[in-house]
């Protein structure tokens, strides 16, 4: 599967974005979604993940309650809407896609990659 995101750019803090991720291929409902982000100088964190049907999602404590996770299916295309975003939040973020239904929290555990948007949030 390959998969495409965009949707970042700058904003202000407590601003919004959302951020798509659109992956090709006719199986895409086979695979556990997630997103993750990567800060200048820093490892690759984990921020959030949905499950094949979108019925179970998963956070990173750093962003729960102002992230959301979402997808849909027929369109192929897993979201993600950032509310009340903070400067901590600036990262290039990247979306993943997962065959094996466990560990939705470890990077290892995804073997498809987008590009990567950047979102800069500035105090």
């Known amino acids: 599967v390959q998969l495409q995101a965009f949707g970042g750019g700058l904003v202000q803090a407590g601003g919004s974005l959302r951020l798509s991720c659109a992956a090709s291929?006719?199986?895409?409902?086979?695979?556990?979604m997630g997103w993750f982000r990567q800060a200048p100088g820093k490892e690759r964190e984990f921020v959030a993940a949905?499950?094949?049907?979108?019925?179970?999602?998963y956070y990173a404590g750093s962003v729960k309650g102002r992230f959301t996770i979402s997808r849909d299916n027929p369109k192929n295309t897993v979201y993600l809407q950032m509310n009340s975003l903070k400067p901590e939040d600036t990262a290039v973020y990247y979306c993943?896609?997962?065959?094996?239904?466990?560990?939705?929290?470890?990077?290892?555990?995804?073997?498809?990659w987008g590009q990567g948007t950047e979102v800069t949030v500035s105090s």
């Open positions: 291929g006719r199986t895409f409902d086979s695979y556990v």
């Open positions: 993943a896609a997962s065959s094996d239904n466990t560990n939705w929290g470890q990077k290892y555990n995804y073997k498809y």
């Open positions: 949905i499950s094949r049907s979108g019925d179970i999602t």
